[in-house]
């Protein structure tokens, strides 16, 4: 699925159920605004292809939904509230 945030905004981005992420990156909590960091360490301890996460339940589910702000695990902190802001998303991390 993918959604427009905000009027002004003309950039794109992709949200993903939680149990959909399969991809190495950082991915924003779209509700919330927490950080998810997927990387080579949680990938190893999964099959190729898996699911990473087990089931999540929620009254929102909007509170499941991540958007993935970058395919670099490692970017830092303030490139990754900088990206997320731009977006027009929370930053709660």
Do not use: C, W
């Amino acid at each position: 699925m993918t959604t427009d945030f905000g009027a002004k905004t003309t950039t794109r981005v992709e949200q993903f159920p939680l149990e959909q992420i399969t991809r190495q990156g950082q991915y924003v909590n779209r509700k919330p605004g927490h950080l998810l960091v997927v990387d080579e360490q949680l990938k190893q301890g999964v099959k190729l292809n898996a699911h990473l996460f087990g089931r999540f339940v929620s009254k929102d589910p909007a509170a499941l939904e991540y958007v993935m702000v970058s395919e670099n695990p490692h970017l830092s902190i303030e490139e990754t509230r900088t990206k997320v802001a731009s977006l027009s998303l929370p930053v709660s991390f």
